[in-house]
């Protein structure tokens, strides 16, 4: 089911649900109001019909007569035989004594009776139907009252009024409730079709424009202009800058893989072409063959230094390493103990504190070493510092060498995968092209940062951050 679909059947669900509500509660409020009407009229006739006969028994008792509710009852019918008067139209009246025993009742009644029973509180009322003639059915809200005279309950008076008109008034309402809500419905399907498919049109747009970039242009932004600030907007702009980024690490994943394809075509080319001159001349000239097995274990040995170098970035990427505390005073120690025999260039400076990071041990003894062995090219004889201290909430490890320095226009991309400065162009010192991109990977993967300061003619600093634990 399409989107637009969805919007028009939701907010015709809403438009009904609300219309209906709103008709049901209205039409139940209209009904209650109704029906409270009714038994005030049936209460204010009750108390009509209570003053006539009281009046009646003060007059009885003037004269100093007994007034008898069954005897005097034909004098009572003056007040509700007649029910042809306005004044009680469709009201229907009985009295009965107090025994239960019918007295009179109003001619509109007919041969029927209405309900003789002692009332529990003076509220009760019932609804019920009457059918005084055949064909005719009179729907009546009933309720049953004392007749007192002096104080005393000398009968009952069974009262009910016609609810005929209210009921088909009730009626014709509900049924237009149900017609205003039929129309809604209808009205709601049409609007709301219109209304999705104006909200939902740039949407289509985009999807026009993607379909495009899909068999033309796979990075080509989408045109955003007349779109609004709202959610599409946003959406689209968003994209735009999700394809941009794609498409970096696309360019950036190209230019990685020819440049991968390049470092290892350089040895294997170099290997072939010596084990090829093995063959033809390596037994008869002991020079060719020394010179050529040396050249075929150092371009391995390349080859192997750069396959685990990718094999490391891999497992950075996938977040594989296993995170422990490293004591960074130690760890720098064991560098030191390793090195200082080649190198006696190489100081180190630590502090008695303990500082520990959460971290690889073996991946930062790669990241220093390969810091160092850079510090160590740029020049042999130099001196190369190896240092640590601690800053707030940071562990700071600072590798420093007096060597030429790195030209500033070559500092922002010292961290890209095989990238290397003009200088360092040849490749017989055995790097692999991604020490500095290896070096900053693992940095990341520590929540670490690198940072690096050179000046040429005075040297390199990288400085190398970490939370402490």
């Not at 006739?45 to 009046?55: A, D, G, M, R």
């Not at 350089?266 to 050249?295: F, W």
């Not at 130690?330 to 971290?359: A, R, V």
């Amino acid at each position: 089911m399409k989107i637009r679909t969805k919007l028009t059947l939701w907010f015709t669900a809403l438009v009904a649900i609300i219309v209906g509500i709103g008709a049901l509660w209205g039409w139940l409020g209209l009904r209650t109001s109704v029906y409270y009407q009714g038994e005030q009229e049936v209460h204010d006739k009750q108390k009509e019909v209570q003053l006539f006969i009281s009046t009646v028994s003060e007059e009885f008792k003037h004269q100093k007569l007994n007034f008898d509710l069954r005897e005097n009852a034909r004098n009572l019918e003056q007040i509700f035989a007649n029910d042809q008067t306005a004044r009680y139209d469709n009201i229907f009246i009985q009295l009965s004594d107090i025994n239960g025993h019918l007295i009179s009742r109003s001619s509109n009644l007919g041969n029927l009776t209405l309900p003789i029973h002692p009332p529990k509180h003076q509220s009760d009322f019932h609804f019920m139907h009457l059918q005084p003639e055949k064909g005719l059915d009179i729907a009546i809200l009933y309720s049953s009252s004392p007749i007192e005279v002096e104080g005393k309950t000398v009968g009952y008076l069974q009262l009910g009024l016609s609810m005929n008109k209210s009921e088909l008034f009730l009626q014709q309402m509900l049924l237009f409730d149900g017609l205003g809500l039929l129309f809604s419905i209808a009205l709601s399907l049409i609007l709301g079709q219109w209304l999705a498919q104006r909200a939902l049109s740039p949407m289509l747009q985009m999807t026009e424009q993607v379909r495009e970039m899909a068999g033309q242009d796979l990075f080509k932004p989408l045109n955003t202009t007349g779109l609004s600030r709202d959610e599409i907007g946003i959406l689209a702009e968003t994209f735009n800058g999700l394809m941009q980024r794609i498409e970096k690490v696309f360019i950036a994943q190209q230019r990685f893989l020819s440049d991968a394809s390049h470092e290892f075509k350089t040895p294997l080319t170099a290997i072939r072409g010596h084990a090829q001159l093995l063959e033809k001349r390596g037994p008869s000239h002991p020079e060719i063959l020394n010179k050529s097995a040396l050249t075929i274990i150092r371009e391995c040995t390349r080859l192997t230094r750069l396959t685990e170098d990718l094999l490391l970035l891999a497992r950075l990427e996938g977040h594989a390493e296993k995170m422990e505390q490293v004591n960074m005073g130690q760890l720098l120690e064991e560098i030191f103990e390793d090195l200082s025999p080649l190198h006696p260039q190489l100081k180190l400076k630590i502090g008695p504190e303990k500082l520990k990071i959460q971290g690889n041990p073996d991946s930062l003894y790669r990241v220093l070493l390969n810091l160092l062995d850079n510090a160590f090219k740029a020049d042999a004889q130099a001196e190369v510092i190896l240092s640590s201290l601690r800053k707030e909430q940071e562990v700071i490890v600072l590798v420093q060498d007096r060597g030429p320095g790195i030209p500033a226009l070559h500092l922002p991309h010292l961290f890209e995968r095989f990238y290397r400065i003009d200088s360092d162009r040849n490749r017989n010192s055995g790097g692999s092209g991604i020490g500095l991109a290896l070096v900053a990977e693992v940095i990341k993967f520590h929540q670490g940062s690198i940072r690096v300061q050179s000046q040429e003619g005075q040297g390199t600093t990288f400085s190398l951050h970490f939370p402490l634990i």
